[in-house]
């Protein structure tokens, strides 16, 4: 499974984004999509993470604000940032979790889209 991530720029404090991550293939094996971020000279944090249930956790510095959605086919995952804030200047990455028959659940990455707030 491959991921890339897009939608990443440079926006006001108050503007908005869309991130969007495209993978590579539709598997029944996805066990989770999430957003990731890591800001300079700190660690990577979860923002967001969507279950195959539906049922969604988002990190607390972006609840309200934040919303994770796929589209129908579940190759496309967003993150809706709305409201932001200097602090969530940071690297974003889009993750999936894959059942793999006879190992767990793997991780897998996408690049990193970089999203620039500026005050």
């Known amino acids: 499974v491959q991921l890339q991530a897009s939608g990443g720029g440079l926006v006001q404090a108050g503007g908005s984004l869309r991130l969007s991550c495209a993978l590579s293939?539709?598997?029944?094996?996805?066990?989770?999509g999430g957003w990731y971020r890591q800001a300079l000279g700190k660690e990577r944090e979860l923002v967001a993470e969507l279950k195959t249930d539906g049922y969604t956790e988002y990190g607390g510095s972006v609840k309200g604000r934040f919303a994770i959605s796929r589209n129908n086919n579940q190759k496309v995952m967003y993150l809706q940032m709305n409201n932001l804030k200097p602090e969530d200047t940071a690297v974003y990455y889009c993750?999936?979790?894959?059942?793999?028959?006879?190992?767990?659940?793997?991780?897998?990455w996408g690049q990193g889209t970089l999203v620039t707030v500026s005050s």
């Open positions: 993750n999936a979790v894959v059942a793999a028959p006879g190992i767990g659940l793997l991780d897998y």
């Open positions: 293939e539709r598997t029944s094996r996805i066990n989770a």
